[in-house]
Each structure stands twice: as C-alpha cells, then as structure tokens.
C-alpha cells in the first residue's frame, strides 16, 4: 500500500500525558498536513511542511503541540500535558508542490480521559 | 482567513434521486474547490475538483458547479446508489485548504 499511513490509529491517555503520533506520506510527495477534526466538524487546517521546512502553523497549535518533520519524510506530532479538549481525529494528509489533490491518511483519533 | 460555509448539514435522498449540496466562500482569492467524501472510520477522499477558471466539471455521476461571482460552488450526484451515502465536505484553497462542516448524505433504498 503506498497510501498515507499513520500510527497509532487510536490512542487513550490520561489528562496531563504526552502523545506523539506519526504520519508516512506518500513517498513522492513533498508537502505534508496535519488536521484535526472533531465530531460533526469538517477537518480544521494545523500545520503543513514542505520538505522539512514548516511554512504555516494555525493558531490552531498551542505551544503544547509540535510538529516535526526532520529528514522531509515522515512526521510527527506531538501533544504535550493533554488536555479532554484535545480530543479529536488527527488527519495527516499530503501532496506535491502543485499542492492540489491532498491525499489523507486513515487517521489517528485520541481519547483524552 | 478563508470561511466556507456548507448547506444542509444532512440529506437524505431515494435511491436513484439527485443529491445536490452547496457551499459558498469568502476569500476572492481562493482559486481551487475540491469535494471530499468521507466514510465512517476513513479519511477523506477527493472524489471531483474544480478550478477558478472553469464554471463546471462533471465525472460520469457527479459534478461540480463554480459561481466565482457569487463565490458559490455545489456539488450535484445523479442516479444516487446506496454507497453513495457518507460525509461530503466542500473545500476551499488560498493558500491551503479550508473545509466546510460537512453533509451526512443518507441514500433510502
């Protein structure tokens, strides 16, 4: 499968925890997003790299959010001290430099107890 | 920032019915307008895009409208078919993506 993939699929933590979730884009691809979605919600824009190169974060990102994405691969994004509202789907999409068509990932939904 | 806003929020249409959802945008600038459809568990999916230059497009079932005026754009799906039912998102571009709130589309069989 040469989709975009992303790890976990689903995570539980307690309130105050640390999340990392990864995102594999497709391999040819050079820009990578981060939305978050909720329920009933459409997708909400975070975050996009080109390359390794973050270009835009949303107000969106708390300072208790980072991304990375070191070697222009795969991402990652971390959510430190959670919070319940930081419930959500986490959705990874990607695309090439024309930036039309975003290919998304399956998604990573957490669960903030 | 880019606002796009995403009518009805649900639909329900027979089997083999017309299905048509509409979204307007507010920033002149934005110049590419893709329908995602999403299934339960799944991310979302392109399934018809349009660009400012053009006023529609079709694909066998399903076709996209752009009223760059009015800064509208709708999506039309004829002789709907059971799979047809999930979460349709608008979307907008300028410079990236910004969704609108999504249609549960339900196909009575």
């Known amino acids: 499968d040469t989709g975009v993939s992303q790890d976990p699929r689903h995570k539980i933590t307690k309130r105050g925890q640390n999340v990392t979730f990864r995102c594999d884009p497709i391999?040819?691809?050079?820009?990578l997003y981060w939305y978050r979605q909720t329920l009933g919600q459409g997708p909400e824009f975070l975050t996009y790299?080109?390359?390794?190169?973050?270009?835009?974060k949303s107000r969106l990102l708390s300072d208790r959010f980072s991304a990375e994405r070191p070697k222009g691969s795969f991402s990652t994004l971390e959510i430190q001290r959670t919070e319940q509202g930081d419930s959500a789907m986490y959705l990874c999409?990607?695309?090439?430099?024309?930036?039309?068509?975003?290919?998304f990932g399956e998604g990573s939904r957490l669960t903030v107890l | 920032g880019e606002n796009v806003e995403q009518h009805p929020s649900t639909l329900s249409v027979q089997e083999g019915d017309s299905a048509v959802i509409k979204c307007t945008y507010s920033?002149?600038?934005?110049?590419?307008f893709p329908w995602y459809k999403q299934e339960l568990g799944k991310g979302p999916q392109l399934i018809i895009d349009?660009?400012?230059?053009?006023g529609e497009k079709k694909d066998q079932r399903i076709a996209v409208t752009l009223n760059k005026t009015a800064k509208h754009f709708s999506l039309h799906i004829t002789e709907t078919q059971p799979e047809d039912s999930a979460v349709y998102f608008c979307?907008?571009?300028?410079?990236?993506?910004?969704f609108g709130t999504g249609t549960r589309l339900t196909i009575i069989p």
């Open positions: 999409a990607s695309s090439t430099l024309s930036g039309g068509e975003l290919f």
């Open positions: 391999s040819e691809h050079n820009r």
């Open positions: 790299f080109q390359n390794e190169a973050q270009l835009e």
């Open positions: 920033d002149s600038a934005s110049n590419y």
């Open positions: 349009i660009r400012s230059n053009v």
């Open positions: 979307a907008a571009k300028v410079p990236r993506l910004t």
